[in-house]
């Protein structure tokens, strides 16, 4: 039996730092759910929590190396937070800077967090790794250890399914319902995922065309600064948004 009152962002990265440090099975099965099984049979060189650089901070951060080449994983870790402005470039600066400064050849982000927040945010980091993913993980590869960790990781899973519910905002989603509504009649080559509701802070709107589904480009509608913007650079102001994604 175990009863844990609060739980927070800290008590899972310390659960992530804890299973990659000691679990090499779970460390393969990271670079798996991430796509970077060429670094299976690796050595683990560095892990560390709240990780800072200049201004900046990963919540987990490890080093990977294998054959002379060094992988570096920069883990954002969330609960139900919202995200600081700018948080998801600061983590492609950040990488791009070690590899400038020759910490490491490549490096990775990760969004690690319940699947009902990855709904909404995964889009911003390389890669997610869901709290689900890892309780399945942890029920295929039981110890004595594992069931308070599945606990702990159920109960923040709940923590954010209850902020979720809570703070809803009816003139925001119903301002989504109305976006969606236009963009099946004018542009559904723009491929948006039918809204849900959303928290009154909600300004982003991700949109998946098809005719990018074969590449890693994504769009995002970010309401507040007036443009549509992809990660790989691609920013196209609201003024200028033409017909090219119209219905025929």
């Known amino acids: 039996m175990h009863q844990i009152s609060w739980v927070s962002e800290r008590d899972t990265d310390l659960l992530l730092v804890e299973a990659i440090s ?31 650089q200049s201004i900046w901070e990963s919540d987990v951060e490890l080093l990977i190396e294998k054959d002379n080449n060094t992988l570096c994983v920069m883990i954002e870790n969330k609960i139900n937070a919202s995200f600081q402005p700018q948080q998801d470039e600061r983590y492609r600066l950040r990488g791009e800077n070690r590899v400038a400064e020759w910490s490491c050849h490549e490096f990775h982000s990760i969004l690690f967090a319940p699947e009902i927040y990855l709904e ?53 989603t119903d301002f989504r319902k109305s976006y969606y509504a236009l963009v099946c009649e004018r542009y559904s080559k723009l491929n948006m995922d039918n809204p849900w509701n959303k928290p009154a802070t909600s300004s982003f709107i991700y949109l998946k065309p098809l005719v990018l589904s074969w590449t890693n480009v994504k769009l995002v509608h970010k309401l507040i600064h007036g443009a549509v913007r992809s990660p790989v650079r691609l920013i196209v102001s609201s003024t200028q948004w033409n017909d090219k994604y119209s219905s025929p």
């Open 22 to 52: 000691s679990r090499p099975d779970f460390c393969d099965f990271l670079l798996e759910s991430i796509w970077f099984s060429e670094y299976m049979w690796w050595t683990l060189s560095f892990i560390g929590r709240s990780v800072t």
């Open 120 to 172: 909404w945010y995964s889009w911003w980091f390389n890669s997610v790794l869901s709290y689900e993913s890892i309780i399945n993980w942890y029920q295929s590869n039981e110890d004595a250890h594992t069931a308070y960790k599945i606990y702990l990781l159920q109960q923040a899973i709940w923590k954010a399914q209850v902020w979720y519910s809570m703070v809803a905002d009816q003139p925001v």
